[in-house]
């Protein structure tokens, strides 16, 4: 099937598939949007209609990204500075700022819940929420937003990734989980260097799974598990899908396990990685991915 193929978005890398999904995310408020599938190769990557050409893609989002950037959800203007646990009282402000539905304001419900709080009364975040400590996920995620250039998206979606920047990371990359780094040395006292072309797309397919207020904790959208030892499930699919039918696909398909379903949305593969997080600040990364279902006709 003809299209514009994205190497270096692969489908088996969380980072990448969400990175996928913010290609969609920058045409959201323009008329013509491109669909989005995946390719049959051994490792998955993003195809997106010919229409896209890839100079397109890097155009839109250079564009986009400083609208991103003014919308409350990554500019709120509340304490705490750089971060969303929020007080009750802000965290109702945010989300009300954000309801505008403005470039970049649909991150607000990918991020907290009204209501949802955790055991220190401010707002509990999404469970892709992977920094902690000094690592503010607001602070960061502008970071890369205002630092990212054209080269970086190239990079980002022709491949291979290089690594080369020292640009904050948001940890969705399989990479990050360096509990098992096979090394001769502690790998922590590393300068951990990164992509922020795909990073800077992430953030704006995080919004693809929103959160909800849970009776226990902040529930995502695709994830599954406890706050410590958690699961991320995402789907491939075949067919080429526009926005909507993608927002369909992301939240069925990782709950819905009846072959014929699935088969009949054109998904072709339902991949799970682990969540963890360190003893020690809470920082989190992605397992490993495997395959929790194929479908019959691959």
């Not at 323009?30 to 995946?38: C, F, I, T, V």
């Not at 955790?118 to 937003?145: C, E, H, N, S, W």
């Amino acid at each position: 099937m003809s299209g514009t193929h994205l190497l270096g978005l692969e489908g088996t890398n969380p980072l990448g598939f969400l990175a996928a999904l913010g290609i969609q995310v920058l045409f959201e408020f323009e008329e013509e949007q491109p669909r989005l599938w995946w390719s049959d190769d051994v490792i998955p990557y993003a195809v997106v209609d010919e229409a896209f050409p890839i100079d397109r893609l890097v155009e839109q989002a250079v564009a986009e990204f400083p609208r991103w950037l003014e919308s409350p959800a990554l500019n709120p203007n509340l304490q705490p500075k750089g971060d969303v646990k929020y007080t009750p009282e802000n965290l109702r402000r945010y989300l009300e700022a954000a309801r505008e539905r403005r470039p970049g304001d649909p991150l607000a419900a990918a991020l907290v819940a009204e209501g949802s709080l955790d055991g220190k009364g401010v707002a509990k975040p999404t469970d892709l929420y992977f920094t902690a400590g000094r690592q503010l996920f607001m602070g960061m995620a502008r970071d890369i937003l205002e630092g990212v250039c054209a080269s970086d998206l190239v990079e980002a979606v022709e491949g291979p990734w290089s690594y080369a920047s020292s640009l904050p990371s948001l940890m969705w990359d399989v990479v990050d989980d360096r509990n098992y780094a096979l090394t001769a040395y502690n790998p922590a006292t590393e300068k951990k260097l990164t992509n922020p072309g795909a990073e800077a797309l992430a953030i704006g397919g995080l919004s693809r799974y929103p959160v909800f207020a849970g009776d226990e904790r902040t529930v995502t959208t695709g994830c599954g598990g406890r706050w410590k030892r958690g699961t991320f499930t995402w789907p491939l699919w075949s067919r080429p899908a526009g926005p909507g039918a993608v927002r369909s696909l992301v939240i069925h398909a990782s709950s819905d396990r009846q072959s014929d379903r699935l088969s009949g949305w054109g998904v072709s593969h339902v991949l799970r990685s682990t969540i963890r997080r360190s003893g020690q600040g809470g920082y989190g990364t992605f397992g490993p991915p495997s395959v929790i279902w194929t479908s019959s006709e691959i």
